[in-house]
């Protein structure tokens, strides 16, 4: 068996849709239709972005759950991670899974659709419907590759207020999101306080730390040093980096688990055999399983769109925005905060989550602090973590009675 980075067939992984059958689900879907993969906002106007360049035409891919009450007072903005989509609560048109939080959100569940109106959009620079660097360029006509502009965590959410604005819903109930939606949620309550009831920053930061950026330039330059990159022009080339960008997943996935959970779910197990190889095949589970993570994710994700959003990671530091100290980022800010944690995560460590806590105290903003206790890292909050349920409930509930919901 080859030792790089190719198919287990000994575990059987079966292979995802490719990149056409990806690209022939965004381009047919172009419909209002909630029931469609995808709902399309193009905007009329350009996106300014951050890096001064000014984004047009431009479009937001979204998906919604529920109904917008006659007040437009229900609003629920859920905020992405890194590799996520606007298919939070409905089955993937791609890998065929549930939707990525339907843990968390839907009819009875603490983000409850039955009293709720829930938006979730892709964001600007993924690869999912939103406008990237996957997206055809209108000066070219070829793909953007790596003539589209660095993207920020703030023109995520610029992009987000104006997909808002477009259905109506002046201000919301509730922002929430993990990671990279944990950030999108701090950059809403800092740019638009007055739009944002409640707020909820999961297993995320104020600012992307040192060996977090160190991560993410390991994994770029994973995706850069695979020749068929192309310099980011491999969609014109009809070449595709998969080796490159499943490394970077591998390496990444590391990030999100724990030592603990490895542990518990592969230790030094071997994979379908009894004794070594003496080769580099994967002869234990865990490199098969990172194998299988690398290679599934290169059916469903854009190397330069991951290129993109890890940068837009590594540029967050919502205190340097503010003068270098984080409180004022929210300060006069009547939003309510729950800030939550995971023991186990050592990417946004508890720590990164105090420090945000700590500014919202010195400016006298309300918050509640949630650590949870999980051996399952940092992308517990994408599993089932009945700890985080309970809490995430508690405080929507008095959150919307606050409301008047
Ligand atoms: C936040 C957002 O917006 S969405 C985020 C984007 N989505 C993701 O990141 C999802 C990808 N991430 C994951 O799957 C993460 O592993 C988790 C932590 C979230 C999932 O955790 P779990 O549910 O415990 O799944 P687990 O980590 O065990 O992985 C299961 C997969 O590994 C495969 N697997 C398990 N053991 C092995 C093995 N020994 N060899 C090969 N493959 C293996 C399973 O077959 C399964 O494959 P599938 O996902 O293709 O069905
Ligand atoms: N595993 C998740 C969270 C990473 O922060 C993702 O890929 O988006």
Redesign the pocket.
């Known amino acids: 068996m080859d030792s790089t980075l190719t198919p287990?067939a000994e575990?059987g992984?079966?292979s995802l849709l490719r990149d056409e059958a990806r690209r022939a689900v965004y381009e047919a879907s172009p419909a209002s239709d909630p029931r469609s993969p995808v709902m399309l906002f193009s905007a009329d106007e350009p996106l300014a972005m951050d890096s001064g360049a000014r984004l047009a035409p431009f479009q937001v891919a979204y998906q919604t759950a529920g109904t917008l009450n006659a007040q437009r007072s229900n609003a629920v903005l859920i905020c992405?991670?890194?590799?996520?989509?606007q298919h939070?609560a409905h089955r993937h048109p791609v890998t065929g899974?549930p939707g990525?939080?339907e843990t968390l959100v839907g009819p009875g569940k603490p983000v409850d659709t039955d009293r709720y109106f829930v938006v979730c959009s892709n964001v600007i620079g993924s690869c999912m419907g939103s406008t990237g660097p996957a997206s055809l360029n209108p000066e070219t006509g070829r793909p953007y590759g790596l003539d589209f502009p660095l993207v920020t965590i703030r023109d995520m959410v610029r992009a987000q207020a104006m997909l808002l604005d477009r259905l109506g819903i002046p201000d919301l109930f509730l922002c929430i999101g993990?990671?990279m939606?944990g950030m999108q949620v701090l950059q809403w309550a800092s740019l638009f306080p007055e739009r944002v009831f409640a707020a909820m920053p999961i297993a995320t930061g104020a600012r992307h730390s040192a060996q977090n950026i160190a991560f993410h330039e390991v994994g770029r330059q994973a995706i850069m040093a695979d020749p068929a990159w192309a310099d980011g022009r491999y969609l014109e080339e009809g070449t595709r980096p998969a080796k490159g960008l499943g490394v970077a997943r591998m390496g990444a996935?590391i990030t999100?688990?724990s030592e603990p959970a490895l542990h518990r779910?592969?230790g030094r197990r071997l994979?379908n055999r009894a004794a070594p190889t003496f080769s580099f095949n994967a002869d234990f589970?865990i490199e098969?399983?990172l194998?299988?993570?690398g290679l599934?994710f290169v059916e469903r994700f854009d190397a330069n769109a991951y290129l993109y959003l890890t940068r837009a990671m590594d540029y967050f530091d919502l205190a340097e925005d503010h003068g270098g100290v984080l409180g004022n980022a929210f300060r006069g800010s009547k939003t309510r905060f729950c800030v939550m944690s995971f023991t186990s995560d050592w990417l946004f460590p508890t720590a990164d989550s105090r420090a945000i806590v700590h500014a919202l105290n010195a400016v006298a903003a309300p918050v509640a602090f949630v650590e949870v206790e999980s051996d399952?890292g940092h992308?517990a909050?994408?599993?089932d973590e009945p700890a985080m349920f309970s809490a995430a409930k508690g405080f929507i509930d008095a959150a919307a009675r606050a409301r008047g919901l």
């Open positions: 287990n575990h992984a079966e992405h991670a890194l590799t996520g989509d939070f899974k990525w939080w993990g990671s939606g996935h999100y688990l779910k592969f994979q589970q098969s399983y194998r299988h993570q599934s399952k992308d909050f994408l599993l």
